[in-house]
């Protein structure tokens, strides 16, 4: 198994424009989340998934959009990046509602201009 | 609203001491508590507690949860160079959300 996998491992953009963080897991977890990382911070959960189609809001959940068309694939989508949004994120994934521990993916650096 | 604090925030040690690290928590309905290590990058699991007073232990590594004093800690013994990283814990709260606090750093000095 591989695991939880991210791409890209980093980026760069330009304030404006939009881009996807993938995330995928091949364990057939059902529960799956989308994490930031900023300096001084803990994480904070951005939004999360308990199932394919199912989605919900965490704690920060501006300026991103996800969908979950399958059980392996969590796409994170910024609609126009703004310069708060550098930070490092962190994908997340958990069997479901009987299993409370956790699994992250190597992250994304991102960085907005 | 919920709340972690982690204490303490930073610790250098050297090699072969023991250290204590602290996580108190408030949250609303709690499930469990979550140790995570993070060296440069992503955290990577430690341990899962869900009962009072049971210590969770892994090699060197050690854990227990008070949920009456609503904190837990985590305990390292004859620490190494390779335990230097910032130590998360993670509540959970309901069944879907987890409070990170934000971490204390270790460096262990050889």
């Known amino acids: 198994n591989a695991g939880v996998t991210q791409t890209p491992k980093f980026q760069v953009l330009k304030t404006g424009q939009s881009m996807t963080l993938q995330c995928a897991q091949d364990m057939n977890h059902e529960y799956m989340s989308w994490y930031r990382q900023d300096p001084g911070m803990g994480l904070r959960l951005i939004h999360y998934s308990v199932g394919a189609g199912i989605t919900d809001q965490g704690e920060v959940p501006n300026g991103y959009n996800v969908s979950r068309s399958t059980t392996e694939d969590f796409p994170l989508r910024l609609l126009s990046a703004a310069p708060s949004q550098t930070s490092v994120y962190f994908c997340?994934?958990?069997?479901?509602?009987?299993?409370?521990?956790?699994?992250f993916g190597p992250g994304t650096r991102l960085t907005v201009l | 609203e919920d709340k972690v604090v982690q204490s303490p925030l930073s610790l250098v040690v050297h090699e072969g001491d023991t250290v204590t690290l602290n996580c108190s928590y408030e949250v609303t309905n709690f499930r469990s508590l979550l140790w995570y290590k993070q060296e440069k990058k992503a955290p990577t699991f430690l341990f899962m507690l869900?009962?009072?007073?049971i210590e969770k232990k892994s090699g060197r590594l050690s854990s227990i949860l008070d949920k009456k004093e609503l904190f837990s800690i985590l305990n390292i013994t004859a620490t190494q160079t390779g335990d230097s990283a910032v130590y998360l814990c993670a509540p959970l709260s309901g069944t879907y959300k987890y409070i990170f606090g934000t971490g204390t750093r270790l460096k262990v000095l050889a």
């Open positions: 869900t009962s009072s007073g």
């Open positions: 997340a994934s958990r069997r479901g509602p009987g299993t409370d521990t956790q699994y």
